[in-house]
């Protein structure tokens, strides 16, 4: 055999080996693909702020006669009881600087179809009136399927792009929204608010009222429903939806709103956008002794605070022990 020969078929049978002794190599899987409807931004999430999931947080909003907000209380002006029993505050904070959470959720019905493009123009400004930096809004559109259009993001522009994809279609799925929309807030930090802009009519859900406000108070977002009645004395108008929504502001610590133009959807977002500007937070450690997997909360302002003017006070109606570590 000629040198060059064997040369050749020693370095071949010298790979051989090391192939067959090497360790198989795993072949690189795909990264699953991101969300078709969904557009990132490098600005999402930059700053984290934590709350203390030991402390039970009741963020407060405290109004006049008139539903003005009022500012300028201080800690020693509020009491509050968990099931009846007087409460130490152990944090107190005037216009919290927490971020915000905001899911906003446009109903996109067929029955929504003639108001739509006006809506989706004022929750543009609504947007961009509210948000700050450390803020990040979400984008969701329902009929008989609900559709997040955008996640959490701060950037205007992305918001803007997401909110111009809004189509209406099909009937309304009011519960399941405020339910999804729950979830996504639930894994978020600070303060979390549910804006809904919906005629109220409930379709096409999944799940059933309780559900949905067992949803939005373990999730402890603030709902803020802004009920579309272009009509007031509508024939075929479906008042319980109205009805259920306005409970659960109220069983969340939110504030209901009618609007019958577009310029009464302009006040009730900028009135949401005043409130949130204004709120309280209220907490302390919670007793260790057990009521129960909800335990109902009780925030009362002293009249002393401002003895000429009707303050009430709006939170959130309870807790679940759940949720506390």
């Given at each position: 055999?000629?040198?060059?020969?064997?040369?050749?078929?020693?370095?071949?049978?010298?790979?051989?080996?090391?192939?067959?002794?090497?360790?198989?190599?795993?072949?690189?899987r795909?990264?699953?693909?991101?969300?078709?409807?969904?557009?990132?931004?490098?600005?999402?999430?930059?700053?984290?702020?934590?709350?203390?999931?030991?402390?039970?947080?009741?963020?407060?909003?405290?109004?006049?006669?008139?539903?003005?907000?009022i500012?300028?209380?201080?800690?020693?002006?509020?009491?509050?009881?968990?099931?009846?029993?007087?409460?130490?505050?152990?944090?107190?904070?005037?216009?919290?600087?927490?971020?915000?959470?905001?899911?906003?959720?446009?109903?996109?019905?067929?029955?929504?179809?003639?108001?739509?493009?006006?809506?989706?123009e004022s929750?543009?400004?609504?947007?961009?009136?509210?948000?700050?930096?450390?803020?990040?809004?979400?984008?969701?559109?329902?009929?008989?399927?609900?559709?997040e259009?955008?996640?959490?993001?701060?950037?205007?522009?992305?918001?803007?792009?997401?909110?111009?994809?809004?189509?209406?279609?099909?009937?309304?799925?009011?519960?399941?929204?405020?339910?999804?929309?729950?979830?996504?807030?639930?894994?978020r930090?600070?303060?979390?608010?549910?804006?809904?802009?919906?005629?109220?009519?409930?379709?096409?859900?999944?799940?059933?009222?309780?559900?949905?406000?067992?949803?939005?108070?373990?999730?402890?977002?603030?709902?803020?429903?802004?009920?579309?009645?272009?009509?007031?004395?509508?024939?075929?108008?479906?008042?319980?939806?109205?009805h259920?929504?306005?409970?659960?502001?109220?069983?969340?610590?939110?504030?209901?709103?009618?609007?019958?133009?577009?310029?009464?959807?302009?006040?009730?977002?900028?009135?949401?956008?005043?409130?949130?500007?204004?709120?309280?937070?209220?907490?302390?450690?919670?007793?260790?002794?057990?009521?129960?997997?909800?335990?109902?909360?009780?925030?009362?302002?002293?009249?002393?605070?401002?003895?000429?003017?009707?303050?009430?006070?709006?939170?959130?109606?309870?807790?679940?022990?759940?949720?506390?570590?």
């Open positions: 055999m000629k040198p060059w020969i064997n040369i050749v078929a020693g370095l071949l049978l010298s790979g051989l080996c090391v192939a067959q002794s090497a360790p198989p190599v795993e072949p690189k795909p990264a699953p693909p991101a969300p078709q409807s969904q557009e990132t931004d490098s600005q999402d999430d930059t700053q984290t702020f934590r709350v203390n999931v030991k402390l039970v947080n009741i963020f407060t909003t405290v109004t006049d006669e008139n539903g003005a907000p500012g300028g209380l201080k800690k020693d002006d509020f009491t509050v009881y968990e099931d009846g029993e007087l409460q130490k505050i152990a944090i107190f904070d005037r216009q919290s600087g927490l971020p915000l959470s905001i899911v906003l959720q446009i109903d996109s019905s067929l029955s929504t179809r003639k108001d739509l493009p006006l809506e989706l929750a543009r400004r609504f947007a961009q009136t509210i948000l700050r930096p450390v803020d990040a809004m979400s984008i969701y559109q329902f009929s008989d399927i609900v559709d259009v955008q996640g959490f993001t701060s950037n205007l522009r992305t918001l803007d792009r997401a909110i111009g994809r809004v189509q209406a279609s099909g009937a309304t799925a009011v519960f399941d929204a405020v339910y999804l929309g729950a979830q996504a807030l639930s894994k930090e600070g303060r979390k608010v549910l804006v809904i802009i919906t005629d109220g009519g409930d379709t096409a859900s999944h799940v059933d009222y309780g559900e949905a406000l067992r949803a939005a108070q373990i999730s402890e977002a603030i709902v803020y429903p802004i009920i579309m009645v272009p009509i007031e004395a509508s024939a075929g108008r479906e008042t319980g939806g109205e259920a929504l306005i409970q659960m502001s109220r069983d969340t610590g939110g504030r209901f709103y009618y609007a019958s133009s577009i310029r009464q959807l302009d006040q009730a977002f900028r009135e949401i956008s005043d409130e949130l500007r204004t709120q309280y937070l209220l907490a302390y450690y919670p007793p260790k002794s057990a009521h129960g997997d909800f335990r109902r909360l009780k925030v009362e302002v002293k009249s002393s605070a401002a003895p000429d003017t009707e303050m009430r006070a709006r939170y959130r109606a309870g807790y679940y022990t759940s949720k506390i570590d």
